[in-house]
């Protein structure tokens, strides 16, 4: 039987200067709300200000500040719709509500203090309504949608605060999550271990600016790594990343520096990416040893985007481009058989997308007890590139990719997604496939109450001409949680998952939700019959505990699955137990 391991988290304090840089910084409220200088919260119940010809819209008091499903429920902006903003005022909550009696306590006020909470210009400057702007129902939403997607966000929301002589002021209330974590676990995924320590800030000194250091140790490469990343340089809407890794057998550099198509009415977006990583790589199935090599990648590319807007509920986007992407690959002392031809491709190329302006907020879907907004409806792009031999590509080729998502809320209790993704490359000599890959997927959620989920999920990958870098494994890693990783690899593969999820309502200390779900999987590889003995199907049946802190920023469930496999069942360890972390359920 293979152990359970453990995985531990550990909140940081902050640095001792924060205590101090907070009596010299932003003004809080006696409840711990960040004020700016412009006005304050919500007016409390019954006031208003008659003398000016204002009427407060949105009456409350402190206690009801923190509870966001309650002025969601409320359809306040419906009747403003079109009326000119004269002011928008920004509220920043801290981590914990020191009105309600379950998080009054004196470590929780005390994080608090130390807390130094997002600074009102960082949401300012992510803000789709601007002041002289008519009021717009649909970028509230969209502007919200934004917000929420910051990870040292709880929540977001905007409301009316007073309407003055035909003006309407709002308020944008946000609630911080704790972003100081050192992080050290130890976790068990397919038969493999791995060992990470990392201190990681999403939100350095309240500025939505993130910086990483980190060290990894598992089977395959030992990783120290640094990372930095700033999504509003200047404050403006370009978006910086720099991150750079040394490990055992290699490294990895990346500088990305670009302006994303933010919003839905973005008009244009331009960038640069530059990329290379080396490391060793290994094929492996069923526990035996296929290839291994070095393998080397180049990856630049720069491109400009442009757009008409939003029109009609859509969203047309094209982009227009260069790629350099080159694989080499060199035998190590582990190499067994012949190594994948190196790949040099230079190449311009064209993109399309289509998104439709459609969205749903729900909440217990893919994580625990937070606010989720899931895209409703299709969204539709491809990307087609021609590399020439004369701009120094190893053969005259197509290059392309495309996808194609349609999503479906068949009531309020039915969601089907429905995916299809093509990528590969088109020899125009050999009128022939390389690396062709096509994956297709429909996942299914039906929602039998508040706390419970059924979830549903096939996939069909198909491959031809596939390299032996782009094989499909099937194993723990990869949708079969009974057995290892890499327990079966071919071009084809066909998976199943079913799970009953359940969302506990206790809140522990007001610090940790938690979730369980009990599940079966199934699937089998197809091709490449060299590579294992046996291609049977696969199968396992399992049961899982789901763990996300409420007040972190992490992003991440902890899942502790254990899984019983039910076929092969002489060639794997009885029970499987995985501890992981996901971004979903």
């Not at 002589?165 to 704790?178: E, M, S």
């Not at 750079?244 to 490294?251: E, N, P, V």
């Not at 390299?467 to 290892?484: K, M, N, V, W």
């Amino acid at each position: 039987m293979v152990l359970a391991v453990v995985t531990i988290s550990l909140n940081g304090a902050a640095i001792a200067d924060s205590v101090s840089s907070i009596a010299e910084g932003p003004l809080l409220s006696a409840e711990g709300f960040l004020l700016t200088d412009e006005n304050s919260l919500l007016t409390a119940k019954g006031s208003s200000t008659t003398e000016n010809e204002c009427q407060n819209v949105s009456e409350a008091d402190s206690s009801q500040i923190f509870d966001f499903e309650f002025w969601r429920q409320k359809d306040f902006l419906s009747d403003y719709e079109g009326m000119a903003i004269s002011a928008i005022h920004i509220t920043t909550l801290p981590i914990f509500d020191n009105q309600n009696p379950k998080e009054n306590y004196l470590l929780y006020q005390w994080i608090n203090r130390i807390h130094r909470q997002t600074r009102p210009d960082v949401i300012r400057q992510q803000l789709l309504l601007h002041e002289g702007d008519r009021l717009s129902l649909r970028l509230v939403k969209e502007t919200e949608r934004l917000l929420r997607e910051n990870s040292y966000l709880f929540d977001a929301l905007i409301i009316p605060h007073q309407v003055c002589r035909n003006k309407i002021q709002l308020q944008v209330i946000t609630r911080d999550l704790w972003t100081l974590l050192p992080k050290i676990s130890f976790s068990r995924k397919g038969g493999e271990n791995t060992k990470r320590f990392s201190i990681e800030d999403n939100n350095i000194l309240g500025s939505g600016k993130q910086l990483r250091i980190g060290f990894r140790d598992d089977q395959e490469r030992r990783e120290t790594q640094l990372s930095y990343h700033d999504q509003h340089v200047f404050g403006s809407r370009a978006n910086l990343l720099a991150a750079y890794a040394d490990t055992s057998d290699g490294f990895y550099k990346r500088f990305m520096l670009n302006r994303p198509f933010f919003s839905l009415d973005t008009r244009w977006s331009s960038g640069l990416d530059l990329k290379e990583e080396l490391l060793n790589e290994r094929i492996e199935s069923d526990d035996i040893l296929i290839n291994a090599y070095e393998h080397k990648t180049d990856h630049y590319q720069t491109f400009i985007g442009v757009s008409s807007g939003l029109e009609k509920q859509h969203t047309r986007r094209w982009s227009f481009g260069f790629s350099i992407d080159n694989d080499y690959f060199m035998p190590n002392e582990d190499s067994r058989a012949t190594l994948p031809e190196d790949r040099e491709l230079s190449y311009p190329w064209f993109g399309f997308s289509l998104l439709e302006d459609s969205y749903a907020v729900f909440n217990n879907l893919n994580q625990l007890f937070r606010t989720e907004d899931i895209a409703i409806g299709k969204r539709i792009a491809f990307r087609l590139g021609y590399a020439s031999k004369k701009w120094g590509s190893t053969e005259s080729q197509w290059v392309f990719s495309t996808e194609y998502v349609d999503s479906l809320l068949v009531n309020s209790s039915q969601l089907a997604t429905f995916s299809l993704n093509t990528n590969g490359r088109w020899f125009e000599y050999g009128n022939e496939f390389q690396n062709l890959i096509i994956n297709m997927n429909l996942d299914y959620q039906y929602f039998s109450s508040h706390k419970r989920r059924w979830f549903f999920r096939l996939t069909y990958d198909y491959g031809r001409a596939l390299t032996q870098d782009e094989l499909f494994p099937l194993g723990g890693a990869s949708g079969l949680r009974g057995y290892p990783s890499d327990f079966q690899l071919g071009d084809r593969r066909l998976r199943f998952n079913l799970e009953h999820r359940y969302f506990f309502d206790f809140h522990w200390f007001n610090l940790f939700r938690i979730g369980a779900a009990a599940f079966y999987d199934a699937g089998r590889v197809f091709g490449q019959e060299e590579l294992t003995q046996q291609k049977a199907e696969l199968q396992n049946i399992g049961f899982g505990l789901r763990f996300n802190s409420s007040k972190t920023n992490t992003g991440k469930i902890v899942h502790i699955d254990l899984a019983v496999p039910l076929a092969e069942r002489d060639r794997v360890d009885n029970v499987q137990w995985l501890v992981t972390s996901k971004v979903a359920f």
